[in-house]
């Protein structure tokens, strides 16, 4: 059995506060550590030494995250507990007073950050993971990451030109969703299929429980898997697949996840899959969420 690791939030909790791609009137640029497929850059939080945030798409959340025991480190209390979902179950959230993040030379205006539990997934991930930036700080600042050379860009204003490498997204639930088409087996026409764009998802391509029963994947799986994420285990194999066309973008010959959970973020019909670091990582990738599109600009 092949083990994996999954840090894609994909929680959600509220009550808180095509042919163009965007060019930055005003941006920073910052150095990233990019780990296993995931990105991680510096945040200092309330004049703290600066501690190591995981910048996930896939955590559709309403405030960015804190591991509990650097909550407490710093003098943040909790507050305001609730159950929410995550890709393996739900675990529980709370809350704290405002604070100020900082990234690079770019100060947040104070905002609560949700505390639960992350440094379990360190030993897993093999880096430590202090907090997690999710949806408010991809919407406010349309990152663009660039794997290879290990810095990201944030815009707080966007302009827009055309380019060929741009592509439509849908933010639903506080997740960037695009339309693909892919190739199940060779010689077969393509299927449509809608993906979540997830940097926390350190693999290419997982699908779906529902996805994987309607056409049958595991006939043909290889390998079981099993992953740690946050809220408990996820479970599955793994599949050849021919092609994945994103845009104009094409991956060929590539092992697929294919999931068997029962609950959780992976055994939902509301999207097919998720397309996560190990297609990214070859590409600059714009989120620009201020004009709903994905921009993948090739770097190999």
Do not use: W
């Not at 995931?38 to 955590?59: C, E, I, R, T």
């Not at 764009?197 to 779906?208: F, P």
Request: hydrophobic share 40%.
């Amino acid at each position: 059995m092949i083990r994996i690791t999954l840090l894609g939030a994909v929680l959600l909790f509220a009550g808180l506060g095509g042919n163009q791609t965007a060019i930055a009137a005003s941006s920073v640029e910052v150095p990233i550590e990019v780990h296993e497929g995931h990105v991680y850059v510096n945040v200092v939080v309330n004049g703290s030494q600066p501690l190591s945030f995981l910048v996930d798409s896939g955590a559709a959340v309403s405030a960015e995250l804190i591991d509990k025991g650097v909550a407490e480190k710093l003098g943040l209390q909790g507050e305001d507990e609730r159950t929410t979902p995550a890709i393996g179950g739900n675990v529980r959230v709370s809350f704290s007073r405002p604070v100020t993040l900082r990234i690079g030379s770019l100060e947040i205006p104070p905002a609560k950050l949700a505390l639960l539990s992350l440094s379990d997934n360190d030993e897993a991930e093999g880096h430590k993971v202090d907090g997690i930036l999710g949806f408010p700080f991809f919407a406010a600042f349309n990152p663009e990451i660039d794997y290879k050379n290990q810095k990201m860009r944030l815009s707080t204003s966007l302009s827009v030109k055309n380019d060929r490498y741009a592509i439509s997204c849908e933010l639903v639930e506080k997740l960037c969703r695009i339309n693909a088409e892919i190739v199940l087996t060779p010689g077969q026409p393509a299927e449509h299929i809608k993906l979540i764009v997830d940097t926390g998802y350190d693999g290419s391509l997982m699908l779906n429980t529902p996805f994987v029963e309607k056409h049958n994947l595991l006939k043909s799986a290889g390998e079981a898997i099993s992953g740690s994420s946050l809220g408990g285990k996820t479970e599955g194999a793994t599949r050849r697949i021919p092609s994945l066309l994103i845009g104009t973008h094409a991956t060929r010959q590539f092992d697929a996840r294919l999931s068997t959970d029962k609950q959780g973020a992976f055994s939902t019909s509301d999207v097919d899959g998720y397309v996560g670091a190990e297609i990214l990582k070859h590409y600059l990738v714009l989120f620009d969420y201020s004009h709903q599109r994905l921009v993948m600009r090739p770097q190999d």
